[in-house]
Structure formats: structure tokens, C-alpha cells
């Protein structure tokens, strides 16, 4: 029993970190290796606002998810349209951009165990006789309610419907008036807004690390691999994969297998199928 | 020219997600023959190219080649098994010589294995196996021409530099896509013997063409693609004489008229 | 009464003795010849000489350690230009043939010259099999394996608390003699520049370039790209893994650090500023930035910082690189030609 709620949470916990890179990846084929980077800014931010300047807790989340978008959509702006198509270029500019944020923040001296966020809800209820924090809970409900709103904006609002057009095909989507430089900034900025999403919701589990922006990063891109690019199904599909795979691991290895499960799995994917699990991309190994 | 079947492809389709390319094309080739695919833009003849070599896998239906089903294989088995292409996009090394460009394919396991065209045995030495395949194929050598760097040599040259780079591979078959393409007369004229040549070295040729005069000079049959189907299938008259054909190119003959007539 | 615009456009030229030396004809005369040997002869007697130039033990140290970053550095420029495949880890390949090397010398009791060659072709072996999976595909996978394996494999070992651990394996030996101790990475980064240059110049090295700007031609000429990537791959991790087997009988030490951020970072930040695809920029931008990294070593990881930004504005601002710009010049002059 306490293999399915933790299963179910570590498997929701992995689908929030993967969801930015995917959208950003999946509209403008930019690999952001910045992703797990803005995770780890916007939770500095968020404690930031909190801490430093004394904020509500709620403005400190909004004021963090704007931010968060802001810069994001720099980034983006600045840099990385400068480089768009160069497949090479965009990895290492992205990577670069990472490292200077996580590196940085290390130097600050942002490092150790005394930074973290409060929890929504202290405390912990039990189901089935396991003992789950509220917190954990609210990010299972957030998790879903998540997946469904973003559902829900690429299928019936205008932003979401272009979104998913350049996802689709670019060429088509600008012959149809959509502006894909905006879209990509847009959905740079969403991916980053999902980015910090995730931290605030998941930090206040543990303490803002700066080497969990490399972990965050590892992971998502291992869901997106596994669970097939341009997919929201495959990605969550993933997500359950790898986490229920990740929590027995734990149970009957040792905790330490965690990550080699997420590497195993990228691994497979690779040589079974590198499209993925529902991925829609043939050019993988095809090239016209 | 023995005429027994030397490629089929049977019932091949494939489809780019909504939009069906090739709708179940069957044809076969003789040995020793030229074949040529016509038809208007769109049609699927780089397709049928792209699925006989290797580069686009087919969604259904099959190819063999001297019996052998060379369907799923990648495109390097194939070509290993003698089946070459062109490509109607180019890219050879422009700041290199031209016999460099040779080198690649020498370096294959095919070329090792039966020393190039005109090779005897094994590999000799790469730079002048090249040479000598750029010589047979109308490289002038006494005026170096295949010494030049390839971004000095126009157009006619560089095609017959991409027919150099499959006879390296001293293949059974080469596809041309569209070799007849971007020449002017007098390079077509010198190029109609080249393919005849090598029709009569024993070299099987399925040339897509959009030139109908040149591709009727030397094509033994002749089919016609037109929305990745078979439209027709034989020689040269009997082709240009179906009404099928030209309806495909130009038209409905009352859309003719009201072009004539508005 | 207007006086019409000039219009002008630069023009580059090759220079007069280089278009002499080229061929045979550069034996002509003591000017041609100097023309070609003496950039190369100034290197080689430069990378000789820097040792016995530097004042005292810990900034020779600093020159061994510019070699080790400088093999890497060539092999990121050799399998990024010159095979088409960019690798984000370099520290992959360093962790793993340092490992190897430690292992070989301590639960074998191998001597270190027989453990550098040995970690070498082990771990070169290793470093492409574990990468074989990516290689038919395309080359975003190749950079997020490269840049995930140093990583996941220090993770593993802190972990697992196998060889070593988080101490790390202690009581490596070291070099026979100082001389070789200093001298060997150094005739190692020359002979792998000169040798890989001359490979990019063979019928190989041009099949490994076609594999990176035409695939579709020599998958056409009946060539496997697979085996071709993978031989690139093998050639760049064990010149790699050599780097990191020598690194380890140098500090005498293995440890996690050896997967750490520096390795990978660093030889692409130097690629970059000493210009890509020259196989000497590499060299160059090394020779620059790793003393510049060593005074930085105060400030922690902000020296990673530094790279970073800098790597950023070479790769968005498209800068050519100091041998490029250096080639260039030396090779052609400019002028302004009125149209």
C-alpha cells in the first residue's frame, strides 16, 4: 500500500519537474537545459520575497511565478532566439545559462540546510494506514489539477490552440498568422511559470539545494525521453513509470538506486525506442 | 540485356501521417533495362526512391532485389548489395578537389571488396581509382580536370560526379533522381551517351526525369506517377499517347478550353 | 552637386607565400619553409620550455594540469567539428579512465606506466559502448548522455560507497621520475595534435567529416555511420581517458572531483575562445584560461560562473575564436575593394 501512495507521489513530483521542459521543448524543439536551474532561482526568489523582504506568503508565490516567466522569457530573448536552429549552439547556450545560474548561486553562499520554504498545510493525515503529509497531498492535487488545466488551454484558448500548432508543425502555424518567435518567448516563459510551479509546490519538502537543479534537470529530461516528445500522455505516462519504478527500487535495493533507475530508463528508451513511449517524431532516425 | 526481373516492388505505400505519398505502386525492373519514372511534381517519385533505398521506410508492402527483401534493411545494405542513387540536391565538398569526393565511396566495404568500377579485385590506391572512374565518365585527365577544386566545375560536371560517386560502388542498379535537371543542351547531349554507356556495361538505371524529350531518347519503358499511384506503364509512345497522362500534367481538357477561351 | 557614394566591400586574399608553400614548392626557400615550421616550432618549443620557465613547483604542477585540460579540450574540438557529435561531459571520460587507472594500480599493483595505457584502451572501450546507444540517433541525445553520465556515475559511487567512495582511492602511485611526471602529458598533447590533425587530413578523417555534413552521401556509398561515429567516439575517449589516468598518478589520488563540472566545462569554454575546429585553439584557449582559473580558485565556484558567461557570449555572439582570427590573418590579408 505504501508502495501506491508513494509511488503515486514521487511519480506526480516527477511529472511536475518534466512538464516546462517538455512545453518548452515541444513547441520550439529548445532543448532548455536551464530548466533545472529557473527551479532552483525561483524557489532563491520565493524565499527571497519571504525572508528578505518579509512578503506574504501567497504575494511571495505569485510575485515568484511572474518573475519566474520574466525571466524566462529574457533568457530567451537575449540569448537563446540569437542561436534558434542551431541544435549545438542551443544545447551549450542553455547549459551555459544553467550553469552560470547554479554555480552562482552556490557562490552566493546559497548552500547548506537553512534555507527552505514553509509548507501549505503543516502536518499529516493518514491513508490506508500510511502516513502522508498534507503537503504531499496538496502537491498530488495540484499535480493533477495541473495536467488538467493545461489540458484544458491547448485544447479550447487561443494561446494554448497556437501553442500546440507550432508544436505540431512550425511551418504550417506561421502560414497561418502564427508568430512563432512570439510563440517560442511565450512558451519559454510558460515553461519557466511551470518551473517555479513545481519548486514552490515541492520544495517545502525538503531544502532548496542547488544540486537538485542537476537532479531536476536529469529527471525531466528523462521523462520526456521515455514518455516521447510533443506527447502530454506519453510525459505523464512516464512520469508514472519511472516514479513507481524509483519507489520500488528504494524498497528493495537501497535508496541510492534512485537515479540509476532514471538513467537505466533513459538507456532502454534509447535503444528500444528513441521516439519514446507515445512519441509522435519519426525524424529520429529518419532524415528526409 | 537478360530481361528477367532484377527489382520488385510490391504493393509499396507510405503514409506522412495524414498525407498518403505512394498508394500501393507495384512495378518491377529488368535487368539491363532503363526505366523511367515520369510524372508531375507531388507525384511520390522521390519517395519511391527514398522507400527502394532505404531512406524512408515503407509503411506497407515490400521491395525485393535479386530475390533478396530489402524492404526494412538501412540504406547502407543496400547500397552494400549494389543498389545506388543520386540525389538531386548535391553537396559534394566544394573546397576540395574533385577526385576527393570519390574517396567516401572507395572507402566502403563494397568498393574494398570489388575495387570500384573498373577494378579488378581488390582496392588499389583510392586517389587513382577516382581518377581513373572520373576519367571513363568524361573528366578530361590531360587537362586535369579532376584535379579541380569541385567549386570550380559548373553543373554537368558535378552530376556526372554524384553517377562517379555510385559507380565507385560498382553497382547492379543506380537510380538517377532528375540527373537531367539544371543542364544545358549541349551538357545534356553529352550526358544521353554517358547513360547509354552504361547500359550497355550491364548497368540496370531507373532514371526519374521531368525532361521528357531526353528521358524518351534512352528509356527502354516508361511509368507514370501521379498522386502516388501508377498511372500507366510502357514504352515511351504508348505513354505520351494516353489521355490519362496529360489530364495528369495539364489537366481536364475543359479546363484547357476555358483557359483557351477566358 | 553630389558626389556619388563609394561603394567599397572588404576582400580577403590569401597571401602571396602562402599560396607558395603550397605543395611541393614550399621547399624553395628558407622563407617558405619558415613560413610553415616556425608557428609549429614555436609551439612545440614553447609547450617544451614552459616548464623550466615557471618559477616554482605548484605553477609547474599548473602546466600539467593545462595539458590534461588541453587533451580534453582537442577532443571535444576533434569529435564536435570533426565527427559532428558534441559532448557535454568530458568529465565522463576523465572519471572513468582515471578510475580505471587507480584500480588497475592499486588491486592490481600495476605500475603507473603500464595502468596509463592500459586505463587508456579499457576505458575508452567502456566510455563508447555505454555511449553506443545514442549514436544512431540524433545529436541533441549524444549531448544529454554525455552531460548526464559524469553526473549519474559520481552519484553512484558516493552512493554505493564502492571503490572509494567519497574518500576516493588514495595511495595511487605516482611517475617514476619527475621528468616524465612533467614531460610525459606534455608530449602526449603534442603528439595528439599533431597526430589527430594529420587524421582529419586521411581518407578516414574525411569519412568522419562526411558524417558529420553529409550523412545521407555516405550512407549512400554503403557506409555504416554507426561504426564511424562509434570509431570517432573510441578515438576521443581514450584520448580522453588517457588524460584522466594521468591526472590521477599525478595528484596520486582518485575521487569523485575527478567527475566533477570542471572537466566538462572548461574544454569547451577553452574550445570556444581559442577557436573551434582548429585543434590548436583548443590548445590555446587552455593555456589561457586554466591559469586563469588557478588565480580564481579563491572565489570558489565562481570560476564555473566564469566560464559559463563566457562560453555564453562566444556561442551566442558567434565569435570566431583567437586561432581562427589568428589563422586568418596569418594566412590572408584584407582590403577594401571599390565595387
Known amino acids: 500500500m505504501d508502495i501506491l501512495i508513494y509511488g503515486t507521489i514521487n511519480s506526480v513530483t516527477l511529472a511536475l519537474y518534466a512538464l516546462g521542459f517538455a512545453l518548452v521543448y515541444g513547441v520550439s524543439r529548445l532543448p532548455n537545459f536551464a530548466h533545472g536551474a529557473l527551479y532552483v532561482l525561483s524557489g532563491f526568489i520565493a524565499w527571497s520575497a519571504f525572508n528578505t523582504l518579509g512578503l506574504n506568503y501567497l504575494l511571495s508565490i505569485v510575485l515568484t511565478m511572474i518573475i519566474t516567466a520574466l525571466i524566462g522569457a529574457a533568457i530567451y530573448l537575449l540569448f537563446l532566439i540569437r542561436v534558434r536552429g542551431m541544435a549545438i549552439s542551443e544545447i551549450i547556450a542553455s547549459y551555459a545559462i544553467a550553469l552560470a545560474i547554479l554555480e552562482g548561486l552556490r557562490w552566493i553562499g546559497f548552500k547548506g540546510m537553512t534555507y527552505t520554504l514553509p509548507a501549505f498545510i503543516d502536518g499529516s493525515t493518514s491513508i490506508g494506514g500510511v502516513s502522508v503529509d498534507y503537503q504531499r497531498l496538496v502537491v498530488v492535487g495540484a499535480g493533477a489539477a495541473l495536467v488538467a488545466f493545461l489540458w484544458f488551454f491547448t485544447r479550447y484558448t487561443r494561446i494554448g490552440l497556437a501553442l500546440r500548432g507550432m508544436a505540431q508543425d512550425e511551418r504550417a502555424a506561421l502560414m497561418l498568422g502564427i508568430d512563432s518567435d512570439v510563440m517560442a518567448v511565450v512558451a519559454m516563459g510558460l515553461g519557466s511559470m511551470l518551473a517555479a510551479l513545481a519548486a514552490l509546490l515541492l520544495l517545502p519538502l525538503g531544502n532548496i539545494v542547488v544540486e537538485s537543479g542537476y537532479n531536476v534537470l536529469i529527471l525531466a529530461i528523462a521523462v520526456c525521453i521515455v514518455g516521447g516528445i510533443g506527447s502530454w500522455v506519453g510525459a505523464v505516462m512516464a512520469a508514472f513509470l519511472i516514479g513507481f519504478a524509483q519507489i520500488l527500487t528504494v524498497v528493495y535495493l537501497g535508496a541510492h538506486y534512485q537515479m540509476v533507475v532514471a538513467l537505466l530508463a533513459i538507456i532502454l528508451t534509447l535503444i528500444l525506442k528513441p521516439s519514446g513511449l507515445f512519441g509522435q517524431q519519426k525524424e529520429l532516425e529518419e532524415r528526409v | 540485356m537478360s530481361g528477367e526481373p532484377i527489382l520488385q516492388v510490391q504493393e509499396v505505400t507510405k503514409t506522412f501521417g495524414g498525407i498518403i505519398a505512394l498508394n500501393r505502386v507495384s512495378f518491377e525492373v529488368r535487368e539491363g533495362e532503363i526505366l523511367g519514372i515520369i510524372g508531375p511534381n507531388g507525384s511520390g517519385k522521390t519517395t519511391v526512391v527514398n522507400c527502394i533505398t532505404g531512406f524512408v521506410k515503407a509503411t506497407a508492402g515490400r521491395v525485393i532485389f535479386r530475390g533478396k527483401d530489402i524492404t526494412a534493411k538501412p540504406p547502407h545494405k543496400i547500397a552494400d548489395l549494389g543498389v545506388t542513387r543520386t540525389f538531386q540536391i548535391m553537396r559534394p565538398y566544394y573546397s576540395l578537389p574533385a577526385y576527393k569526393n570519390l574517396v567516401i565511396p572507395l572507402f566502403s566495404p563494397r568498393a574494398r571488396r570489388t575495387g570500384g568500377w573498373r577494378g579488378g579485385g581488390r582496392m588499389g590506391d583510392r586517389n587513382t581509382v577516382g581518377i581513373d572512374i572520373l576519367e571513363e565518365i568524361g573528366f578530361e585527365r590531360d587537362s586535369y580536370v579532376p584535379y579541380k577544386v569541385t567549386s570550380t566545375l559548373p553543373t554537368g560536371y558535378l552530376k556526372r560526379l554524384e553517377l562517379a560517386r555510385c559507380l565507385a560502388l560498382k553497382p547492379e542498379l543506380i537510380i538517377c533522381d532528375e540527373v537531367f535537371s539544371g543542364l544545358s543542351m549541349s551538357e545534356i547531349a553529352s550526358m544521353v551517351p554517358l547513360i547509354e554507356r552504361l547500359q550497355m556495361e550491364g548497368i540496370t538505371l531507373i532514371m526519374i526525369e521531368h525532361r521528357l524529350r531526353e528521358l524518351f531518347q534512352v528509356a527502354n519503358r516508361v511509368m507514370v506517377l501521379n498522386f502516388g499511384q501508377k498511372l500507366v506503364e510502357g514504352s515511351a509512345e504508348e505513354v505520351m499517347a494516353d489521355p490519362r497522362v496529360r489530364e495528369a500534367y495539364f489537366g481536364s481538357e475543359e479546363v484547357e478550353e476555358v483557359m483557351i477561351h477566358a | ?339
Open chain 3, 1 to 339: 552637386m553630389n558626389a556619388e557614394p563609394r561603394q567599397r566591400r572588404r576582400e580577403r586574399i590569401d597571401r602571396g607565400i602562402k599560396v607558395r608553400t603550397q605543395g611541393l614548392y614550399a621547399l624553395m626557400s628558407w622563407r617558405e619553409l619558415s613560413y610553415l615550421i616556425l608557428p609549429r616550432l614555436v609551439l612545440i618549443v614553447g609547450l617544451l620550455g614552459l616548464p623550466m620557465m615557471m618559477p616554482g613547483m605548484y605553477w609547474k604542477r599548473v602546466i600539467s594540469i593545462v595539458c590534461i585540460y588541453a587533451l580534453l579540450a582537442i577532443v571535444f574540438d576533434f569529435l564536435a567539428h570533426f565527427v559532428g557529435l558534441v559532448s557535454l561531459g568530458g568529465a565522463f571520460f576523465v572519471g572513468t579512465g582515471g578510475y580505471i587507472s587507480a584500480l588497475l594500480n592499486t588491486k592490481l599493483g600495476l605500475a603507473p606506466l603500464i595502468c596509463v595505457p592500459g586505463a587508456m584502451l579499457l576505458g575508452g572501450a567502456l566510455c563508447t559502448l555505454l555511449l553506443l546507444p545514442c549514436l544512431p540517433l540524433r545529436g541533441v541525445y549524444f549531448a544529454i548522455v554525455t552531460l548526464m553520465y559524469p553526473l549519474l556515475l559520481a552519484r553512484v559511487i558516493e552512493a554505493l560507497n564502492i571503490i572509494g567512495g567519497t574518500d576516493g582511492i588514495m595511495g595511487i602511485d605516482s611517475f617514476p621520475s619527475a621528468w616524465i611526471e612533467q614531460y610525459l602529458v606534455i608530449v602526449l598533447v603534442l603528439v595528439f595534435l599533431f597526430g589527430l590533425r594529420r587524421l582529419v587530413n586521411t581518407d578516414l578523417g574525411l569519412v568522419l567529416r562526411a558524417v558529420k555534413d553529409n550523412d545521407q552521401a555516405v550512407k549512400a556509398s554503403a557506409m555504416n555511420i554507426t561504426y564511424y561515429k562509434a570509431l570517432g567516439v573510441f578515438i576521443g575517449a581514450c584520448i580522453g581517458c588517457l588524460a584522466g589516468a594521468c591526472l590521477v598518478h599525478i595528484y596520486m589520488w582518485a575521487g569523485i572531483s575527478t567527475f566533477a563540472l570542471d572537466f566538462s566545462v572548461l574544454p569547451i569554454a577553452a574550445t570556444v575562445i581559442g577557436g573551434s575546429g582548429t585543434l590548436v585553439g583548443p590548445v590555446l584557449g587552455c593555456l589561457i584560461l586554466v591559469p586563469v582559473s588557478e588565480l580564481l580558485r579563491d572565489f570558489g565556484t565562481l570560476r564555473i560562473v566564469f566560464y559559463s558567461l563566457i562560453l555564453l557570449g562566444f556561442t551566442v555572439f558567434r565569435s570566431e575564436g583567437l586561432m581562427v582570427y589568428g589563422q586568418r590573418k596569418y594566412h590572408q590579408f584584407e582590403r577594401w575593394k571599390s565595387i
